[in-house]
C-alpha cells in the first residue's frame, strides 16, 4: 500500500461520515474557544450545535480576509500560544498580514498532505527531494519539507535563488523529485541548458515535480516537463487555510484531488454566494475539519476553480478541483472587462513563435486603461524581418481581442528580457492606481 492509500482510497460513503462527524466537532470548537465565530454565528442565527448534514454548513456565515485580517495577530486562535510550533503569514502586500498557527497535530497533518502528493508522483522512502520554494513565513518550502519527510523521503532544504548552485546540487545529489513554483523549476532548465548542460543528462534521476503556488499554463507544463525530463504535479494551498496540500494532482493530471478527510470544500457563484452545479466555474469556499490552531468555517478563498464530475482513471475517491483559473485578486478589469492572466496565457500559448514568459502593465492614458503585454520571442523560432514581429504581434493582439474581448498591446521582445522570479513569477504590474 502505497502512503495513505487507505485514506486516499476510501468509499464515499465512509468518507462523508468521517467529513460529517469532524464537521460537527470542528463548528462547535470554533464557537466555543474562537469569540470571532461565537459573535458571527450568533449574529447570523446559526446554531452551531445543530449540524446533521454536510449541507447544514451553508447554514454558517462566511469567514473573509478581511475578518482574518482585522484578527491579527491573534485573535483568531483556538488555543493557548504555548501549544501553537509554528505560525506563518501572508506577504501582507496588499494590507495587513494575515496569520495562521499550526499545532504538533496540524504540522502532521499538513505534512501527510503534501506527502500524499509525493506518493502520488511515485515517491516516497528512497528518494531524495530537492526543495527549492523559499522557506520562511511563505508555505511552500516548509510544507514541501514535512510532506518529504511524512513520507520517508530524503529533503535537501534548498530554499529559493543562486541557481547555479541549484543546478550543481541536483546533479550531484541524486535529487529525484523537485518542489518549486513552476517558473523557478523552468528557470533552473533554462539556466542549466544555458550552461551547456542537457537537464536529461545532468540529472538522470529527476523524474518528477511537485510545481505549485501559481496558475500555469498546459503549454508551460509540456515544455518543463519536456526540458526537465519529468512529470509534473500541480498543487494547491493557501496561508489561511494550510500551505500546499489542500489538493494535489494525481499522475492522471485531471484535476487536484481535495484532501477531503480534512478540509470541506465548496463552489459558490462569487456574486449570488449560491453553490454551483459540479463542472461550474466559482469562488472556492473551504471549512477546516480537524485544524486546533487555526480552523476556518466557510473561508472564502477569491479562488476560481470548479468541482471535475466523476471519478478519476486513479481510482482514488477524493473529489477534484480543476487547476486553477486564477484568483480573484489577480483578476483584470481592462476597461469594464474582467480577464484572467491565465486566460491570456492559453491564447497566447498557440503562438509556437512566442515563448512562456510575460508581463502585463497597466497604464491609464486620458481616463482609459491601457495594456501592454511584453512576451518573449521563442529562441527555437527564430524570426527577425521586423515585418515578420509585427504581423506576429496584430496576430495575438486580434486573437485576444475576438476571445476575450479586451485590447491590449503586444510587444514581442527578445529572450529573457521578462525578469525571471526566483518564486512566484511577477505577471502583472499595474501602474494605474
Ligand atoms: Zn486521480
Known sequence: MAFQDEITHMNRDGLESLQLGRMKEQIVYCYEHIPFYRRSFDEAGFNPYTVNSLDDIRKAPFTTKQDMRDAYPYDLLAVPLDQVKEIHMSSGTTGVATVS???EHDLHVWGDCFGRGISYAGGGKGDVCHVCYGYGLFTGGLGAHYGGLATGATVIPMSAGNTKRQIRVLQNMGSSIICCTPSYAMHIADTAIEMGLD???AFPKLRAGINGAE???DRFRKNLEDKLGIQVFDVYGLTEVMGPGVAIECAEQTGLHIAEDHFYCEILDPVTHEPV?????????????DKEASPVVRYRTRDITRILPGTCACGRT????DRLHGRTDDMMIIRGVNVFPSQIENICGRFAEIADWYQIELTRSAGLD??????EIN???????????????????????????INIRIQIVEPH????????AVRIVDHRE
Do not use: C
Not at 452545479?277 to 475539519?289: K, N, R
Not at 477524493?318 to 478541483?321: C, D, G, T
Open 379 to 405: 529562441p527555437d523560432v527564430p524570426i527577425d524581418e521586423i515585418r515578420m514581429i509585427e504581423n506576429l504581434q496584430k496576430r495575438i493582439q486580434a486573437a485576444l481581442k475576438d476571445e476575450l474581448a
Open 417 to 424: 528580457t521578462i525578469p525571471r522570479s526566483e518564486g512566484k
Open 277 to 289: 452545479p459540479d463542472g461550474e466555474w466559482g469562488e472556492l469556499v473551504i471549512t477546516t475539519l
Open 318 to 321: 477524493h473529489r477534484r478541483i
Open 215 to 217: 496558475a500555469f499554463s
Open 370 to 375: 491601457v495594456a501592454t503585454m511584453k512576451v
Open 199 to 201: 537537464p536529461h543528462e
Open 101 to 103: 498557527a499550526y499545532t
